[in-house]
């Protein structure tokens, strides 16, 4: 079983950047795909970004695309969310997720992941 914890949030303003990390204990990150999803207050919880076990595959949702970039070092059994050009609507915990994967396949969906961290929070202020 794999241990995920996510740590890197915190207050930023408007068009800043942070890079959020995701370490993975008990069992090496590289047998899964990995994803990040987010929950505001009140809302419910959205898919932000996905990368496959190898880090061949990335996929964003389209409030991300352009702005995030999902990366993996499998050596050091770590996934990074890095978040630029950040908006106010980023605000919300973030969760980094874990699916178990036979092939190099993304998930989008958080019913595909069976592994989550505690999440990290992310304040973006205008």
């Known amino acids: 079983q794999v241990q995920l914890v996510e740590s890197g949030g915190g207050l930023v303003q408007a068009g800043g950047s942070l890079r959020l990390s995701c370490a993975a204990s008990g069992r090496t990150v590289s047998s899964y795909a990995m994803g990040w999803f987010r929950q505001a207050p009140g809302k419910e919880r959205e898919f932000v970004a996905a990368i496959s076990r190898s880090g061949g595959r990335t996929y964003y949702a389209y409030s991300v695309k352009g702005r995030f970039t999902c990366s993996r070092d499998n050596a050091k059994n770590t996934v990074y969310l890095q978040m630029n050009s950040l908006k106010p609507e980023d605000t919300a915990v973030y969760y980094c997720?874990?699916?178990?994967?036979?092939?190099?396949?993304?998930?989008?969906?958080?019913?595909?992941?069976?592994?989550w961290g505690q999440g990290t929070q992310v304040t973006v202020s205008s």
């Open positions: 997720a874990a699916a178990v994967r036979a092939n190099d396949a993304v998930g989008t969906h958080s019913y595909e992941y069976n592994k």
